[in-house]
């Protein structure tokens, strides 16, 4: 494909930087054809699902789509607010705030919002941003667990966006914060003041999005880096082994994926006499329908029905004052040696070629 036609070059145009929290993205509304749209774009990736194409065309659109798209828009409209769903509303705020804590530590950059599936749309984004002038980009990924299903969609979905632009802007990409300080501060905050207000349970279920178990087999980092998390918190809360677990939530299709399972492990935990659960969900930095609906609705039944008599779930981190402290940490170490700093001389320099630009402007014009 030929790149595009870009707008004439100015010289001395001041180039700008730009953060892009980028999030897997939800339906548009809570209806079945929304909803099918949405799964239809997210399911069609093969970084999420490795089937040979040509089959999983047929089985997606024959069987999948048909069947979940009505169930899925019933759990959505369970969760939905009256200003839409959660997990916009969540990214949405954060890149608000995120904004604000980067001007309050002195640099000058966008912050703009993007979804891999639905809208915003990323390339939609990342060519506005081009249109406003941001010439250094950086992609933040609101997952703090690298996966191959997850973040590298985002990385395919950045660079299959400039193959057809024929200026583009630096590019930064961060890959991962499982282990980040700041991150792990932000949890443990807001696990202890949970506890603060409604004391501590007998177990704590930490609850990560699952995958396939193939992809571990074939590599995927994501299981060790959930792994890492939850050790590192664990020890930050001062738990022993016996009172925490790891879990992996959302299986979807019948392949196996990372084991064990939350639902089962909840049923199992009030069976073997488990009194009180708190569920954490860190993988997860923005509620959404695989928090609200799946762990603080359907598992929490589960787990009460078995005989379990108290089931607590601890929110994500949201909008958290700590939670937007660490993006703005993580932010600010991947933005090193990019000018983001407005310096007066840098503000002097870029007059200087604005009006040089004026200068040649006037010089091509006296030559026609
Ligand atoms: C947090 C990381 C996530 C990983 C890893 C992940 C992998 C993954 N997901 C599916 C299938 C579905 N996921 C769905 C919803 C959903 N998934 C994540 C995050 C991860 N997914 C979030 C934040 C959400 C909620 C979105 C929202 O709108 O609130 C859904 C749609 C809902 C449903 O119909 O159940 C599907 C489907 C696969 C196959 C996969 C890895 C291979
Ligand atoms: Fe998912
Ligand atoms: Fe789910």
């Not at 000058?108 to 979804?115: F, K, L, N, S």
């Amino acid at each position: 494909m030929r790149p595009m036609q870009e707008p004439t070059y100015t010289h001395g145009a001041v180039a700008k930087t730009a953060v892009v929290l980028v999030n897997l993205g939800t339906p548009d509304a809570p209806t079945a054809s929304a909803v099918r749209r949405y799964l239809k774009q997210f399911l069609s990736d093969p970084r999420v699902v490795e089937i040979p194409r040509a089959a999983w065309w047929f089985i997606l659109n024959g069987i999948i789509l048909p069947l979940r798209s009505r169930k899925s828009a019933a759990k959505y409209a369970s969760i939905w607010t009256s200003e839409g769903s959660p997990l916009k509303l969540h990214t949405e705020k954060q890149a608000v705030l995120l904004r604000g804590y980067m001007g309050e530590r002195g640099h000058d950059v966008q912050v703009a919002y993007a979804m891999r599936y639905g809208t915003p749309a990323l390339p939609d984004v990342l060519a506005k941003l081009k249109a406003d002038g941001c010439d250094r980009i950086l992609i933040l990924p609101a997952y703090p667990q690298y996966s191959g299903t997850t973040t590298a969609s985002i990385f395919d979905a950045v660079f299959s966006h400039y193959t057809n632009i024929r200026n583009i802007p630096e590019l930064r990409l961060v890959k991962h914060y499982h282990d980040h300080e700041a991150y792990i501060q932000a949890l443990k905050k807001s696990v202890l003041a949970y506890w603060e207000m409604h004391a501590r349970p007998d177990k704590l279920v930490m609850s990560f999005h699952g995958v396939p178990k193939r992809t571990l087999m074939l590599g995927d980092p994501y299981h060790c880096e959930c792994h890492k998390t939850a050790r590192l918190l664990a020890a930050e809360l001062k738990l022993g082994l016996d009172q925490y677990i790891v879990t992996f939530q959302s299986r979807f299709g019948k392949a196996e994926w990372l084991q064990p399972y939350t639902a089962p492990t909840l049923v199992k935990l009030a069976k073997d006499g488990v009194r009180r659960v708190d569920v954490l969900c860190p993988g997860f930095t923005s509620d959404c329908l695989e928090t609200l609906e799946e762990i603080a609705m359907e598992a929490k039944q589960d787990f009460l029905t078995a005989g379990g008599k108290e089931f607590h779930y601890i929110p994500c981190l949201n909008e958290t004052p700590a939670w937007i402290t660490a993006l703005a940490e993580i932010a600010e170490q991947h933005l090193v040696g990019w000018p983001t700093m407005l310096t007066p001389m840098m503000r002097e320099e870029a007059k200087m070629a604005a009006e040089a630009s004026r200068e040649r402007a006037r010089l091509l014009g006296a030559g026609k």
